[in-house]
């Protein structure tokens, strides 16, 4: 399975997002939310590249609304 839904997160404002590269496993990880209660997850390149893109187009759609 390549994907497993766990819980759901709503990042907001000045939300604490801290990420740590892993260039051996070629994957970067997020880390979202205060330490204790940090909600995380990563990504390898393909998807980190897919999911940019995929922001960048939600973003250019909320400009244009």
């Known amino acids: 399975m ?3 839904v766990i ?3 709503a ?8 990420t ?3 260039p051996d496993a070629d994957q970067v990880d997020f ?3 205060p330490t204790a ?3 995380e997850f ?6 980190l590249t897919r ?9 250019a759609q909320l400009d244009a609304a």
């Open 11 to 18: 990042i907001r404002d000045n939300c604490k997002i801290l």
């Open 31 to 33: 880390l979202v939310g």
């Open 42 to 47: 990563g990504f390898d390149r393909a998807c």
């Open 51 to 59: 999911f940019v893109q995929l922001a960048q187009a939600a973003l």
């Open 2 to 4: 390549s994907f497993k």
């Open 37 to 39: 209660e940090a909600f």
């Open 7 to 9: 819980t759901m997160v």
């Open 20 to 22: 740590t590269v892993h």
